[in-house]
């Protein structure tokens, strides 16, 4: 989960650009958190108290508005009762890291996956890569291998994980189906977490998103470095601490 954060701070000053050099500081002065943490931890504490997600996303957005929202995202966080507006775009795959380490079945994380897609992101191709984003951290931090995990993907969901074509495509679709292939390619294929990010970022284009879900993944992967996990600490608001922290005391029990 903090993998997901820190992903998303390090990323956030390259969104839009092109591909950064890949010997880039992870740390500098405009990085921050984005939509991407906001949400990510929306969806930890609707889930942690088994609350309703669209209800606990409006909560936080309004607390948190300058975040970098979509448009009609925010129309929709804004509004009390908006319902789902066919969003095939990539809100929904990167929040949901929280149930992959929270849920205890992987019935439990497919269907927790889909609920929180689907309150705004229920296009069917949002809602499957919100699957598979949270089913690869179940089974990464269950003890599958990454092999393993991939050839899931692969045959389950159809991705072409193949990082010859998968990261040839560059970081600026924002649709889920095309973010989720770079993503998850950029995790599986680095020695490390560090690694797997920089090559998420070095795509260019939806940086903040794609090295959320890299990160996310790596996380469960390879382990989130002391060093990286305290500074993106230090970027976060103090009630997104808080929540954070509930995480991290539940998945310790």
């Given at each position: 989960?903090?993998?997901?954060?820190?992903?998303?701070?390090?990323?956030?000053?390259?969104?839009?650009?092109?591909?950064?050099p890949?010997?880039?500081?992870?740390?500098?002065?405009?990085?921050?958190?984005?939509?991407?943490?906001?949400?990510?931890?929306a969806?930890?504490?609707?889930?942690?108290?088994?609350?309703?997600?669209?209800?606990?996303?409006?909560?936080?957005?309004?607390?948190?508005?300058?975040?970098?929202?979509g448009?009609?995202?925010?129309?929709?966080?804004?509004?009390?009762?908006a319902?789902?507006?066919?969003s095939?775009?990539?809100?929904?795959?990167?929040r949901t890291?929280a149930?992959?380490?929270l849920?205890?079945?992987?019935?439990e994380?497919?269907?927790?996956?889909?609920a929180?897609?689907?309150?705004?992101?229920?296009?069917?191709?949002?809602?499957?890569?919100?699957?598979?984003?949270?089913?690869?951290?179940?089974?990464?931090?269950?003890?599958?291998?990454?092999?393993?995990?991939q050839?899931?993907?692969?045959?389950?969901?159809?991705?072409?994980?193949?990082p010859?074509?998968?990261?040839?495509?560059?970081?600026?679709d924002?649709?889920?189906?095309?973010?989720?292939?770079?993503?998850?390619?950029?995790?599986?294929?680095?020695?490390?977490?560090?690694?797997?990010?920089?090559?998420?970022v070095?795509l260019?284009?939806?940086?903040?998103t794609?090295?959320?879900?890299?990160?996310?993944?790596?996380?469960?992967?390879h382990?989130?470095?002391?060093?990286?996990g305290?500074?993106?600490?230090?970027?976060?608001?103090?009630?997104?601490?808080?929540?954070?922290?509930?995480?991290?005391?539940?998945?310790?029990?």
């Amino acid at each position: 989960m903090l993998g997901a954060i820190a992903g998303d701070i390090i990323g956030s000053r390259f969104e839009g650009h092109s591909k950064p050099p890949q010997d880039f500081a992870l740390w500098h002065a405009d990085c921050r958190f984005t939509d991407d943490s906001v949400c990510s931890l929306a969806v930890a504490d609707a889930f942690l108290d088994r609350a309703d997600y669209a209800l606990r996303l409006r909560d936080f957005v309004r607390r948190h508005p300058n975040a970098g929202y979509g448009g009609m995202f925010i129309r929709w966080a804004m509004s009390d009762n908006a319902g789902p507006y066919g969003s095939w775009g990539n809100g929904a795959p990167m929040r949901t890291a929280a149930i992959g380490w929270l849920a205890n079945s992987e019935e439990e994380v497919l269907y927790q996956a889909s609920a929180q897609a689907a309150v705004s992101h229920d296009h069917p191709s949002a809602v499957t890569a919100a699957q598979a984003v949270a089913l690869a951290i179940f089974q990464l931090r269950r003890g599958e291998s990454g092999a393993a995990v991939q050839e899931r993907l692969v045959q389950d969901f159809g991705y072409d994980l193949n990082p010859e074509r998968a990261l040839k495509s560059g970081g600026f679709d924002v649709s889920a189906a095309g973010t989720l292939p770079p993503a998850l390619a950029a995790a599986f294929t680095a020695e490390d977490w560090v690694q797997a990010v920089r090559t998420a970022v070095c795509l260019g284009g939806d940086t903040d998103t794609l090295a959320c879900i890299t990160g996310a993944v790596a996380e469960a992967l390879h382990g989130l470095p002391q060093d990286v996990g305290e500074t993106a600490r230090s970027h976060l608001a103090p009630d997104l601490l808080e929540v954070l922290q509930r995480f991290e005391n539940a998945t310790q029990r």
